[in-house]
């Protein structure tokens, strides 16, 4: 099965006034969507947008894998796991292990608009103690494992008229952050989204210059 989610359909979230725009794919604070509250361990996928000097004072996560993709600008992350201060820049992934609880700061400290999306997933086991992951120029196609949540991370950078393989997992949560895709007949631009179960031989055809997040999930 083929679930596609349009960008357009994505709540509207985030403080405008304060610089903050945010697009959620899933039950997020005040929206509550019964039918639409996770997938599989996915319980979050934001697009985030930050103003110059915008961004999220330190606040407390627990029992969360986030997984943050910056698409555009510099994102300023602090936090108590690792004590310092640090740049993502596009191409890098960060994942932050909140474990039985951790706090961070996210800010677009740059001259210039912060774009990023960033992916919330249960762990399969609760509590722990919390860690911090940083990769660099992560290379189109390498796999970026997220073990306390059973789950892999793909990037992929289509070029016009390039064909990329889904995996061939029980469960694949697809999102595209830029391009014109096509995936089994469907079109899908930036922002729209796939929940994939139980399907093989799938492949995304770009249309155009691409990028795209792949989760592959357990059951």
Known sequence: MIDVRRAVDRYAGGDPGAGITTG?????GSFYDPDN???????ACNEERLAPGAGFDEHPHSNTEIVTWVVEGELTHRDGVTGGTGLVRPGDVQRLGAGSGARHVERNDGEVPLRFVQLWLAPLAAGGEPSYDLVRGLVDGTPYEVPAAGAVLHVRRPAAGQRVPVPDAERVYLHVVRGDLRLDGEELGPGDSARITAEKGLEVTAGSPGELLMLELPL
Not at 24 to 28: E, L, N, T, V
Not at 37 to 43: A, D, Q, S
């Open 24 to 28: 959620h794919a899933f039950s997020f």
């Open 37 to 43: 509250i996770r997938f599989g361990p996915v319980l």
